[in-house]
């Protein structure tokens, strides 16, 4: 097994994580040669920082506290293969920051504008639905810093899935007029994913396989991260909600995805 073989499983992980070579082991010397688009964002490295970073600089502590995030990981180090080793970052949300080190946190302000958004929702008429769904799908847009939000219904007797409700950010094309009627046979492992109850987190789009049959979906819409969560109402799968980062990976936290997965289950309540 190569080392990129050894690569290819964690990269689209939703932990941080990067790949690093042993140069000299009498020295204890490595290099980063490569890193999912998680451990830029939580590292804040650029790519040229990446290549001149060791192993060391991660994993002397068994705690790592991330500045772009505000959040404390828990590092792990193994070796997959002699000569490199692999270094994870776990988010513990269960750790208390100081409270001068940094504001309130995403997940906090998210919290607070979905007790807003799902107030909302009850009572709302048929006629007001489609007006506050596209209300709110730029606020949780906007809260999130996605670039595109949207919705998609599932129907199973014809085998395929529709794009109904669309917020784009400015200079951001829209897409819901070419996705009307997707087949699911082109999209095996999302459908699948989702009627098991969970969530479709996608990191990094353009490295996955080529070939692969969700990149060769999504890439040409330019989404470089994703996350798509199911709306279910009770065991039947109904939709999905989604939302796309063009301009740039981004990366949620597990506060903030189940934050959202609260909002997937109200628009089922709402959707009855």
Same mark, same amino acid.
């Given at each position: 097994?190569?080392?990129?073989?050894?690569?290819?499983?964690w990269?689209?992980?939703?932990?941080?994580a990067?790949?690093?070579?042993?140069? /000299?082991?009498?020295?204890?010397?490595d290099?980063?040669?490569a890193?999912?688009?998680?451990f830029?964002?939580?590292?804040?490295?650029?790519?040229q920082?990446?290549?001149?970073?060791?192993?060391s600089?991660?994993?002397?502590?068994?705690?790592?506290?991330?500045?772009?995030t505000?959040?404390y990981y828990?590092?792990? /180090?193994?070796?997959?293969?002699?000569?490199?080793?692999?270094?994870?970052? +776990?988010?513990?949300?269960?750790?208390?920051?100081?409270? +001068?080190?940094?504001?309130?946190?995403?997940?906090?302000?998210?919290?607070s504008?979905?007790? &807003?958004?799902l107030?909302?929702?009850?009572s709302?008429?048929?006629?007001?639905?489609p007006?506050?769904?596209?209300?709110?799908?730029?606020?949780?847009?906007?809260?999130?810093?996605?670039?595109?939000?949207?919705?998609?219904?599932?129907?199973?007797?014809?085998?395929?899935?529709?794009n &109904?409700?669309?917020?784009?950010?400015?200079?951001?094309?829209?897409?819901?007029?070419s996705?009307?009627?997707?087949?699911?046979?082109?999209?095996p492992?999302?459908?699948?994913?989702h009627?098991?109850g969970?969530?479709?987190?996608?990191?990094?789009?353009?490295s996955?396989?080529?070939?692969?049959?969700?990149k060769l979906l999504?890439?040409p819409?330019?989404?470089?991260?994703?996350?798509?969560?199911?709306?279910r109402?009770? /065991?039947?799968?109904l939709?999905?909600?989604?939302?796309?980062?063009?301009?740039?990976? +981004?990366?949620?936290?597990?506060?903030?995805?189940?934050?959202? /997965?609260v909002?997937?289950?109200?628009l089922?309540?709402?959707?009855?």
């Amino acid at each position: 097994m190569s080392a990129i073989d050894c690569f290819q499983w964690w990269r689209q992980a939703p932990f941080a994580a990067a790949l690093f070579q042993t140069l /000299s082991a009498a020295k204890c010397v490595d290099q980063c040669i490569a890193a999912n688009a998680v451990f830029q964002i939580v590292t804040g490295l650029t790519e040229q920082q990446l290549t001149q970073s060791q192993a060391s600089q991660f994993n002397l502590r068994a705690l790592y506290f991330s500045v772009n995030t505000g959040l404390y990981y828990q590092v792990h /180090s193994y070796a997959p293969i002699p000569g490199y080793q692999l270094v994870t970052l +776990h988010q513990l949300p269960d750790i208390a920051l100081p409270q +001068h080190s940094t504001p309130a946190s995403g997940a906090d302000k998210l919290s607070s504008i979905l007790l &807003t958004l799902l107030q909302r929702f009850i009572s709302v008429t048929p006629s007001q639905q489609p007006a506050i769904l596209q209300q709110t799908l730029q606020e949780l847009g906007e809260a999130v810093e996605a670039d595109r939000v949207y919705i998609f219904d599932y129907d199973f007797a014809a085998q395929s899935c529709t794009n &109904t409700y669309e917020w784009c950010a400015t200079g951001i094309m829209p897409e819901i007029e070419s996705l009307k009627n997707v087949p699911l046979a082109a999209i095996p492992q999302w459908v699948s994913t989702h009627q098991a109850g969970y969530e479709m987190y996608i990191p990094d789009v353009p490295s996955l396989p080529d070939g692969d049959a969700l990149k060769l979906l999504l890439q040409p819409q330019g989404i470089k991260s994703l996350l798509a969560l199911p709306i279910r109402a009770e /065991s039947k799968l109904l939709g999905f909600v989604g939302f796309d980062s063009v301009r740039q990976y +981004h990366y949620y936290t597990e506060q903030e995805r189940l934050l959202l /997965s609260v909002f997937a289950r109200s628009l089922a309540n709402l959707k009855h």
